[in-house]
DNA sequence: GGGAATGTCTACCACTTGGTAAGTGATTGG
DNA sequence: CCAATCACTTACCAAGTGGTAGACATTCCC
């Protein structure tokens, strides 16, 4: 009997709110870079959509710098579950591709920031991109044993899997997010047009996977 | 003998200067654009590489969104002329693929602006997105004809032209352009791996186009 | 209950941003 | 040859930028 009282798990009311306050930093914080961009973000703007301070921000994360990887630890987080989420359901072969792009998709209209802080990340460069690149090297290497296995059963043509996966991945992601290459082809991204899109990316992706 | 020294023909020494002066202006706008990003630019930076004075491009270009344009204009003029000069020589069906993804590949390695100003300018989204869909529908509009007329010769998968153009375009942009996402497989950019990268884009684009 | 720790705010700071105003010397056309 | 135009400069400016210092109230633990 160390503590007589329960603080209310792990840190009791003061803490509770510490991590809620936190909570919706870091949620504000990753829409704004995600959406408008790391250097287009200002602290006070992310701080009066909280309505904080900028001051409050720079108590819990001492820079803006050191935001910006927790935001990055946090995406990383919910993409690695959202994947998580969508595979455990998933049979074997092509249906793991096929809940892979359904995921994407999702996240492309119900958390945007999320791929657009991927494209950001990329775009800075180290060491933002590194921390990303490590958070996300489970999925990496979970995809590259996929391709692999399939190569071995026949089921996709042989190939570099490096390759293969930078390939799909470019073609997922660009397919998913370039809002504005779609409008320059005349596609306005409504909720139907989206769906359609998606089967035509399947098709792609089968085929360019598959091979003749 | 009307003057005894040529007046640079087309406007004399002084029109000369500034057209030097405003290509200079422009050469280093769109390297920091493509690079760095649109916001994370400032004039005086772009200025400074210069050598000279923020007003001075404040002169040639009354605003940095009027800069921006100017920018997107020349860029998008090369790349049209760069996809010309490509597809000239080349001849009918497949080959025209393989000398667009040459050239983009090229443009990756020599002039990566180029293609970051693509990039940048879809995340900035309107009105600076729009300015490079109207300068760059050339491009697509013979690109849409090229896939249906292959369609109809049953040299590529029946399907939508404008997502297949798009799934295509994300994929050889991405494979050309998304250094971090290499590095994040393991693939570092050099040379010999870009070559072969390339050819594994290609294999993975025929596969994807022509179908089973 | 009281001192300590904590979370937030007010008040600044030095610096940078895009943009304006007013000049200055060279080039130009008449 | 001279006045006008032009390319460019110096000198500013108001509005932000990320970040620091210190006051203040609340919550915590003993």
New interface residues.
């Given amino acids: 009997m160390a503590t007589t009282v329960e603080p209310t798990r792990s840190g009791g009311a003061r803490a509770a709110r510490t991590r809620e306050t936190e909570d919706r930093i870091l949620a504000a914080a990753l829409q704004s870079f995600g959406g408008r961009?790391f250097?287009?973000t200002s602290l006070d703007q992310v701080a009066a959509e909280l309505g904080v301070t900028k001051q409050t921000i720079l108590y819990h994360y001492p820079s803006k710098a050191a935001l910006l990887d927790a935001v990055i630890d946090r995406a990383s987080a919910d993409l690695v579950t959202t994947f998580d989420d969508a595979l455990a359901p998933a049979g074997p072969g092509w249906e793991r591709v096929e809940a892979v792009v359904r995921s994407v998709f999702r996240l492309a209209l119900r958390r945007p920031e999320l791929l657009?802080l991927l494209?950001?990340?990329?775009?800075l460069?180290p060491p933002a991109?590194t921390r990303?690149?490590h958070n996300?090297?489970v999925l990496?290497v979970r995809a590259?044993a996929f391709l692999e296995v399939e190569m071995d059963a026949g089921n996709v043509?042989r190939?570099?899997p490096?390759?293969?996966?930078?390939?799909a991945?470019?073609?997922v992601?660009?397919?998913a997010t370039?809002?504005?290459?779609?409008?320059?082809?005349?596609?306005e991204p409504t909720l139907r047009s989206t769906v359609?899109?998606r089967q035509?990316?399947l098709?792609?992706?089968r085929?360019?996977?598959?091979?003749?």
């Fill in positions: 961009g250097e287009a657009g494209r950001e990340v990329s775009r460069g991109a990303v690149a996300l090297d990496v590259r043509r190939s570099d490096n390759l293969l996966l930078v390939s991945y470019s073609t992601i660009g397919v370039e809002v504005e290459v779609l409008r320059a082809v005349g596609i359609r899109r035509e990316l098709a792609f992706l085929s360019a996977l598959v091979g003749s």
